[in-house]
């Protein structure tokens, strides 16, 4: 079915069916997100970042759906937006103009980001300004953080070993000397109730060999990988489990846990 995209409440042209599919946890964070909306106030937006966007079919398919909804809601005004963050200079020739082409353009945004580098990282995401590509005027902050088929294990220890918001009275050194540099990036600060979500390939069981020629072993998570990790440090897991990718058997992993601590 032929489904209307709308700005500001306004029905426009209609959309042709998506010629894809979302990652199945898409699904998932979307129902989340739409909790979401109804309980925050209409002049806060929320920050949805995923992690290794790619072409932006994921970031376009929240956008959509989360537009969708909240012209169902009477909303005057989207409370979310997506952000797609890639280290490939050709990411957003790619994302922008099918985000266009769906009407989306106006809560998604697209940052050029090397997600290796953990102090260029923590700089953009304690930034609001940094991740949008045009402005907005309400208060925004990180409600949510995905990856889908995307895996940095650096990343993934970064996010998990976060810290939360402390009101305190000392100013942030904003030292930019070779020692600063050089040392281990300050902790990522991610408020109570904030999202991480993941769907990657995952082996059956821990330890167990990986069967297919891609990705590669190495590229692949152990069964409880992501639950070890995020467990007992101030996370509550939410989804751990495993489905078959569809095309080839393939298992993976859809994961999410919420920052309560």
Known sequence: ?????NRNNITSI????????????????????????????INRIGLVLDLGSGAGRDVCYLAEELKEYQSTQQQQQSSIHVVGIDNHKGSAKRCI??????????????????L?????VRSTLMDASK????????????????AIRFLNR????????????????SIESKSKSKSAIHSPPQPLIL???????????????????????????????????????FENKGWQVLKDDI????????????????KVA
């Open 1 to 5: 079915m032929v489904k209307s995209c």
């Open 14 to 41: 209609q959309c042709l069916p998506r010629l894809w599919k979302p990652d199945p946890i898409t699904t998932n964070i979307l129902s989340i997100l739409k909790e979401w909306t109804i309980k925050e106030d």
């Open 97 to 114: 103009p099918l985000w266009k082409n769906r009407k989306v353009d106006d809560i998604t945004h697209s940052v050029l980001l090397d």
């Open 116 to 120: 290796n580098k953990l102090h260029q």
């Open 131 to 146: 991740l949008l590509s045009h402005p907005i005027q309400q208060q925004s902050e990180i409600i949510c953080l995905y």
């Open 154 to 169: 650096k990343l993934l220890s970064y996010i998990a070993n976060s810290t939360i918001h402390i009101e305190t009275n």
């Open 191 to 229: 408020s109570i109730g904030t999202i991480f979500a993941m769907s990657h390939f995952c082996k059956p069981e821990d330890g167990a060999t990986w069967e297919f020629d891609h990705p590669k072993e190495s590229s692949v998570l152990e069964r409880s990988e992501l639950k070890n990790l």
């Open 243 to 258: 489905i078959l990718d569809g095309d080839h058997g393939r298992t993976l992993v859809q994961f999410i846990a919420k």
